[in-house]
């Protein structure tokens, strides 16, 4: 007889976690008697699984990290999701959001069949169409746009796996103005940083070796709270191991309570204390002189050029005193090569962002990380074909066009660039006149919401393809609701990493309701506007076999596994045999960049302040929490029970100061008169009195999103103001102030 499981033994048994304790009410109570088969015979409760257990092979969207995993399901219902033990990217686990994937299938709020505006643009206001209706409405808007004002004049925005197709879709169409917020929003300048540096980038995920780190510098970053997989993993290894931690945040953030030094610093002054390293670094005489000599260009230029920068005149700006400065530029000297400056991921802050960053990279250099054993490895990338189309028609025109002189080293597409294109101006021959909108909520990815608001309303087309509504799709001439990642095949994940894997996304379920995959939506669209020959496979089965093939590989075979390792492997480390290698104009590391110098730019980073809050004011910061990836998934049935509002962190004594007590709601504002939804107030002493900050991705306002709608503060809505890297045209986002307002009870 089978041994009957309590609901708390039976989460503990089958290893669900903090997703699996998200599920709740009626998924968790069909499932409360399910095990695995093999789980059920280690513990003698045979017969207390029942049904068809069965397996399919994923690759998690809930964010860019992209973890292998398992769906499991019992006779075809979801159970749980786990990961790949073969795949390096997760090691066999899963962060919270990967486990809460599920979420993403299960929610009532999905979008359902496609959408046709009825009436003005910003009122959701839409009629139910079938799909030939919606995309032939779409074909002959774009056909007739590429008519009046060429190809060019329609942009893509896009983020996440599906984007792939939509890519394809419009550089057949013949325009490649191709944008993803990630760029100018979040990591541009720091790609543009190690570019002009290294002469290469930092990869996607990250090619950082925390694992074997002895000393890691954190700058803003918050591991642990934004959970890239890999690297909270070896983070946590690298701290077990006694390594040092040092963590630069006005906040004290989980990595700042894992840390050997926690650095206060006052916003927006980094740049002044990565220079004042830069100087005590050299002076002192704490960089690999050997590894300088044989691999950099310009060291005597930094020299002079930081020789000011003493932690004494870094001190009133930063407010670190000079013996901290001067102690923690010792450890990372005395772990070298194996110390990390961590890079970063979202860096648009103040608009220096590219110098900052690539002050940061001078200090790897200096130390001898990039390369080395506990810095940045050489990843291996697995040698899969690309699938073979016909050549692409030439663009005429592209985003540059429009911005004559500017931006001159970035080197993708401007999201915000294209925004600001498309609204009418007397410079340019063409604004944009039709956006694509893949998988992204542009009211809450890009700054300045009243000016994307305004570029929607000089739009002839706009489409939004989506899973969920949001506040973009309100905006939207067409709504396209593409199936959930556990409905659907997609592209291959081959990514950079220690060694070359390529990794399988099969359908666990049938498709919900009227939605369909992104690949067969391009693909659709695509035979209406007469581009065949770009789109000559007939399902995305054909084209993985096709694909495969060219690696030896087979779809049966990744079906079955997952994940398969490649045999081709490079080195990971110049100690081991990599030939230092650096396509940078003098082939060396660039201290000193000729290259920025030739534009007009410092070669050298140089420190110059930013302004400060107002009485007041507060400077307004925000970030990530473990269990939700920004707006994307605050309405996910699973995630949303983990923490369904953000809060706002506020210095004790500023609570005291303005009367807010911990808990209460309040009201944010800012410079500009901006406000936002009411948030709970978090009073605590973990932050600095001159700064506040909240989770990203909250405050919903499509009603539709009824877990999320209202449900804390949209942050967002207080970017009013922007500072532009002038070098690739990234948006600094950090230069807003906000105050407190009560929130008025109703009568």
């Given at each position: 007889?089978?041994?009957?499981?309590?609901?708390?033994?039976?989460?503990?048994?089958?290893?669900?976690?903090?997703?699996?304790?998200?599920?709740?009410?009626?998924?968790?109570?069909?499932c409360?008697?399910?095990?695995?088969?093999?789980?059920?015979?280690?513990?003698?409760?045979?017969?207390?699984?029942?049904?068809?257990?069965?397996?399919?092979?994923t690759?998690?969207?809930i964010?860019?990290?992209?973890?292998?995993?398992?769906?499991?399901?019992?006779?075809?219902?979801?159970?749980?999701?786990?990961?790949?033990?073969?795949?390096?990217?997760?090691?066999?686990?899963?962060?919270?959001?990967?486990?809460g994937?599920?979420?993403?299938?299960?929610?009532?709020d999905?979008?359902?069949?496609?959408?046709?505006?009825t009436?003005?643009?910003?009122?959701?206001t839409?009629?139910?169409?079938?799909w030939?209706?919606?995309?032939?409405?779409?074909?002959?808007?774009?056909?007739k746009?590429?008519?009046?004002?060429?190809p060019?004049?329609?942009?893509?925005?896009?983020?996440?796996?599906?984007?792939?197709?939509?890519k394809?879709?419009?550089?057949?169409?013949?325009s490649?103005?191709?944008?993803?917020?990630?760029?100018?929003?979040?990591?541009?300048?720091?790609?543009e940083?190690?570019?002009?540096?290294?002469?290469?980038?930092?990869?996607?995920?990250?090619?950082?070796?925390?694992?074997?780190s002895?000393?890691?510098?954190?700058?803003?970053?918050?591991?642990?709270?934004?959970?890239?997989?890999?690297?909270?993993?070896?983070?946590?290894?690298?701290?077990?191991?006694?390594?040092?931690?040092?963590?630069?945040?006005?906040?004290y953030?989980?990595?700042a309570?894992?840390?050997?030094?926690?650095?206060?610093?006052?916003?927006?002054?980094?740049?002044a204390?990565?220079?004042?390293?830069?100087?005590?670094?050299?002076?002192?005489?704490?960089?690999?002189?050997e590894?300088?000599?044989?691999?950099?260009?310009?060291?005597d230029?930094?020299?002079?050029?930081?020789?000011?920068?003493?932690?004494?005149?870094?001190?009133?700006?930063?407010?670190?005193?000079?013996?901290?400065?001067?102690?923690?530029?010792?450890?990372?000297g005395?772990?070298?090569?194996?110390?990390?400056?961590?890079?970063?991921?979202?860096?648009?802050?103040?608009?220096?962002?590219?110098?900052?960053?690539?002050?940061?990279?001078?200090?790897?250099?200096?130390?001898?990380?990039?390369?080395?054993?506990?810095?940045?490895?050489?990843?291996?990338?697995?040698?899969?074909?690309?699938?073979?189309?016909?050549?692409?028609?030439?663009?005429?025109?592209?985003?540059?066009?429009?911005?004559?002189?500017?931006?001159?080293?970035?080197?993708?597409?401007?999201?915000?660039?294209?925004?600001?294109?498309?609204?009418?101006?007397p410079?340019?021959?063409?604004?944009?006149?039709?956006?694509?909108?893949?998988?992204?909520?542009l009211?809450?990815?890009?700054?300045?919401?009243?000016?994307?608001?305004?570029?929607?309303?000089?739009?002839?087309?706009?489409?939004?393809?989506?899973?969920?509504?949001?506040?973009?799709?309100?905006?939207?001439?067409?709504?396209?609701?593409?199936?959930?990642?556990?409905?659907?095949?997609?592209?291959?994940?081959?990514?950079?990493?220690?060694?070359?894997?390529?990794?399988l996304r099969?359908?666990?379920?049938?498709?919900?309701?009227?939605?369909?995959?992104?690949?067969?939506?391009?693909?659709?669209?695509?035979?209406?506007?007469?581009?065949?020959?770009?789109?000559p496979?007939?399902?995305?089965?054909?084209?993985?076999?096709?694909r495969?093939?060219?690696?030896?590989?087979?779809?049966?075979?990744?079906?079955?596994?997952?994940?398969v390792?490649?045999?081709?492997?490079?080195?990971?480390?110049?100690?081991?045999?990599?030939?230092?290698?650096?396509?940078?104009?003098?082939g060396?590391?660039?201290?000193?960049?000729?290259?920025?110098?030739?534009?007009?730019?410092?070669?050298?980073?140089?420190?110059?302040?930013?302004?400060?809050?107002?009485?007041?004011?507060?400077?307004?910061l925000?970030?990530?929490?473990?269990?939700?990836?920004?707006?994307?998934?605050?309405?996910?049935?699973?995630?949303?029970?983990?923490?369904?509002?953000?809060?706002?962190?506020?210095?004790t004594?500023?609570?005291?100061?303005?009367?807010?007590?911990?808990?209460e709601?309040?009201?944010?504002?800012?410079?500009?008169?901006?406000?936002?939804?009411?948030?709970?107030?978090?009073?605590?002493?973990?932050?600095?009195?001159?700064?506040?900050?909240?989770?990203?991705?909250?405050?919903?306002?499509?009603?539709?999103?009824?877990?999320?709608f209202?449900?804390?503060?949209?942050?967002?809505?207080?970017?009013?103001?922007v500072?532009?890297d002038?070098?690739?045209?990234?948006?600094?986002?950090?230069?807003?102030?906000?105050?407190?307002?009560?929130?008025?009870?109703?009568?």
């Amino acid at each position: 007889m089978a041994k009957s499981l309590s609901r708390r033994e039976f989460i503990k048994i089958g290893g669900l976690g903090l997703g699996g304790l998200a599920l709740g009410g009626g998924l968790m109570n069909s499932c409360a008697n399910m095990l695995m088969e093999e789980q059920a015979v280690q513990l003698g409760l045979t017969g207390a699984a029942n049904g068809s257990l069965a397996l399919s092979p994923t690759v998690c969207e809930i964010c860019f990290w992209k973890c292998a995993g398992w769906v499991h399901t019992i006779d075809g219902q979801p159970w749980k999701i786990t990961g790949n033990e073969h795949d390096p990217s997760c090691n066999g686990r899963l962060c919270p959001r990967g486990t809460g994937g599920l979420g993403a299938y299960l929610d009532a709020d999905r979008l359902r069949t496609p959408l046709i505006r009825t009436g003005v643009r910003g009122k959701q206001t839409f009629r139910e169409a079938t799909w030939d209706e919606a995309l032939d409405f779409i074909a002959i808007k774009m056909k007739k746009i590429a008519e009046e004002h060429g190809p060019e004049c329609v942009a893509l925005f896009t983020h996440g796996s599906g984007g792939s197709y939509f890519k394809h879709l419009l550089r057949a169409y013949g325009s490649n103005n191709i944008a993803a917020p990630s760029y100018a929003q979040c990591r541009g300048p720091r790609e543009e940083a190690y570019m002009l540096t290294f002469g290469e980038g930092v990869y996607s995920p990250e090619r950082t070796d925390i694992r074997n780190s002895k000393c890691l510098v954190l700058i803003g970053s918050h591991l642990g709270e934004n959970m890239h997989n890999t690297q909270v993993q070896e983070f946590a290894d690298m701290v077990g191991n006694g390594g040092t931690v040092i963590t630069v945040d006005p906040r004290y953030s989980v990595a700042a309570s894992k840390s050997k030094y926690w650095l206060p610093i006052r916003p927006a002054t980094d740049l002044a204390l990565m220079l004042a390293w830069i100087h005590v670094i050299i002076e002192e005489q704490l960089f690999d002189q050997e590894y300088v000599k044989n691999n950099t260009y310009g060291f005597d230029e930094l020299r002079q050029s930081v020789k000011k920068y003493t932690p004494e005149w870094a001190y009133p700006i930063t407010t670190i005193k000079p013996h901290i400065i001067r102690e923690t530029a010792r450890e990372m000297g005395w772990q070298k090569p194996a110390t990390l400056v961590h890079p970063g991921r979202h860096v648009t802050w103040y608009g220096d962002d590219t110098q900052r960053v690539r002050a940061g990279a001078i200090l790897n250099a200096l130390l001898g990380s990039w390369g080395r054993r506990g810095g940045f490895y050489y990843p291996n990338k697995a040698a899969v074909p690309k699938y073979k189309y016909p050549a692409y028609p030439a663009a005429k025109r592209s985003w540059r066009d429009a911005f004559p002189g500017k931006y001159p080293l970035a080197n993708l597409a401007l999201a915000s660039g294209i925004c600001d294109a498309t609204l009418p101006s007397p410079e340019r021959d063409c604004s944009f006149k039709g956006w694509l909108v893949y998988g992204t909520n542009l009211l809450m990815t890009l700054p300045q919401p009243k000016k994307t608001i305004a570029a929607m309303q000089n739009l002839d087309l706009l489409v939004a393809i989506d899973l969920m509504p949001a506040e973009i799709t309100g905006w939207a001439d067409v709504v396209l609701p593409e199936c959930s990642y556990l409905e659907r095949y997609d592209d291959l994940r081959v990514s950079p990493g220690r060694v070359p894997t390529v990794a399988l996304r099969a359908p666990a379920f049938k498709t919900k309701y009227n939605s369909r995959p992104g690949w067969w939506i391009a693909r659709e669209l695509g035979l209406k506007m007469g581009l065949e020959k770009y789109f000559p496979w007939e399902t995305l089965e054909d084209y993985l076999e096709t694909r495969l093939k060219g690696a030896g590989l087979s779809l049966a075979e990744l079906k079955e596994k997952g994940v398969v390792e490649l045999p081709q492997r490079q080195p990971l480390y110049f100690e081991d045999g990599v030939q230092p290698e650096f396509d940078t104009p003098s082939g060396k590391i660039e201290l000193y960049s000729d290259v920025l110098a030739s534009y007009g730019f410092d070669p050298v980073p140089q420190y110059t302040a930013h302004e400060e809050p107002p009485d007041g004011y507060y400077r307004l910061l925000y970030g990530r929490a473990p269990t939700h990836t920004f707006g994307r998934t605050t309405n996910n049935p699973i995630l949303t029970e983990t923490m369904a509002e953000n809060e706002v962190w506020i210095n004790t004594k500023v609570a005291e100061l303005n009367g807010i007590r911990n808990g209460e709601y309040i009201i944010l504002a800012n410079q500009d008169g901006a406000k936002t939804n009411k948030i709970k107030a978090k009073v605590t002493e973990r932050i600095r009195h001159d700064c506040v900050y909240v989770v990203h991705g909250f405050g919903h306002q499509d009603k539709r999103l009824r877990k999320a709608f209202l449900r804390g503060a949209d942050d967002a809505q207080l970017i009013t103001k922007v500072k532009i890297d002038p070098i690739m045209g990234g948006t600094g986002m950090r230069v807003n102030f906000v105050t407190f307002e009560k929130v008025v009870q109703a009568v």
